[in-house]
């Protein structure tokens, strides 16, 4: 009997110490999460797309000037710097849909039109980023395609004009967004201005009439962007 108790002593013992032994053991605990990996966004590089619209003529001569559809393309290149800037060029030709841009009437049975087939312009533009978004304003030199139409009774008439006309400038603003690799989404707003145009010979009732050819746009667009590489500015 004796011995049987000194043998549970001892058991019990060895188990004791084998419980304090775990006890001092370490308790694992698995490693911190690694921080969350920066996504870079990169302006830099060129870009093509394509954009649809309205336009709305700013002619202070002619009625039935309302908006008209567009779309068209625009293809250019960007550089990020400083380094959350962005310098960059543009080109944009746009096709206006509808009939013309307006009509004025004169005695006796006479109306004259406007018809603005196209505008387009080469633009230099500077925006700010913030990673995937930017904002960005615009300007430079703006061309139209139109067709300027005398007639008296139905008939087509002779007629002579002057003045810039077929020639301007643009400014304008919008907001892009990378929203995808290589892939941007862009609202702009943008200002032609293609002077006055007088009439200097024709029928007497519209000789010495002018008018302005102007267009205000409103825009949306969709970019392809093929990046170079250039300045990589994270975005936590």
Known sequence: MKRLLLA???VLALAGSAFAADMRQPVYKAPPAPPPIAQVYNWTGFY???HVGGAFSGSDAFSGSDGRFFGGAQVGADYQFAPNWVAGIEAQYSWLGGNSDGGLAFSPAGVATVDNNAI???TGRLGYTWGPVLVYAKGGYAFVDRDVNVTQF????PFATSGR???GYTVGAGLEYMFAPNWSAKAEYQYYDFGKTTFNAGPPAIVGTSFKNDEHSVKAGLNYRFTWGGPQVPHY
Do not use: C
């Open 120 to 122: 387009g312009s080469v």
């Open 154 to 157: 139905g008939v087509p008439v």
């Open 8 to 10: 549970t002593a001892g």
């Open 165 to 167: 006309g077929k020639d």
């Open 48 to 50: 093509i797309g394509g």
